[in-house]
């Protein structure tokens, strides 16, 4: 970011550029250069062009990797079949739309042991990164969050500076990343998870500074974009 403002402080030249963090595909345009008038002096080039030599790379493509995730959708109302789960279907698009897999979902109740000793389990497997579904609010019944601790995942950074998915969750078990989709996930079409998954995919490892980052462009209008 810092580089790019630098090269846009040369007079006469410019370069403007897609949102840092964006998924793209193959062929897609990253960037945009040009001098402003039709002729500018050596001199300026010369600068322009030693700014992004030292700063190079200036932009970076990061490949996603495919990755298998498992999903663990908490909710006694789910378990005992009184409310219908959409969280699996919204879910396994949005993987399988980025190249990965959701190789298994479990439904579980509101129980801080079962769902831990299962976060234990899908870990013991070939699981890439391990979704949670629900329990992410502050309510007596809402234990997801604990139970990830309970399963000894640290560091583990609770809320975004983001609406829909203030209370999004994402925590670490050695090189697994754990999720937690709080309930906004079902109602909008975009939230934390769709900033922060990608991310995961093409190897990041953001913290609580990232999540923090997000504040800014971070409340969401619903806009069709």
Known sequence: MEALIEFNMIPEVMCAAIHTNTPVKKGEQIAGTRAIPLVILREKLNQALEIARSNAPIFKVAPFKHLTARMIITGSEVYDGLIEDKFEAIVKK???????CLAETIILPDDRQKISSTINSFLGKETDILITTGGMSVDPDDVTRHAIQDAGADPIYYSAAALPGAMF???????????GIPACGLFHEATVFDIIFPRLLAGERPDDKDLARLAHGGLCLDCDT
């Open 94 to 100: 949005k993987v399988e739309a980025l190249g990965s």
């Open 169 to 179: 969750q994402l925590a670490y078990c050695g090189k697994v990343p754990i999720i």
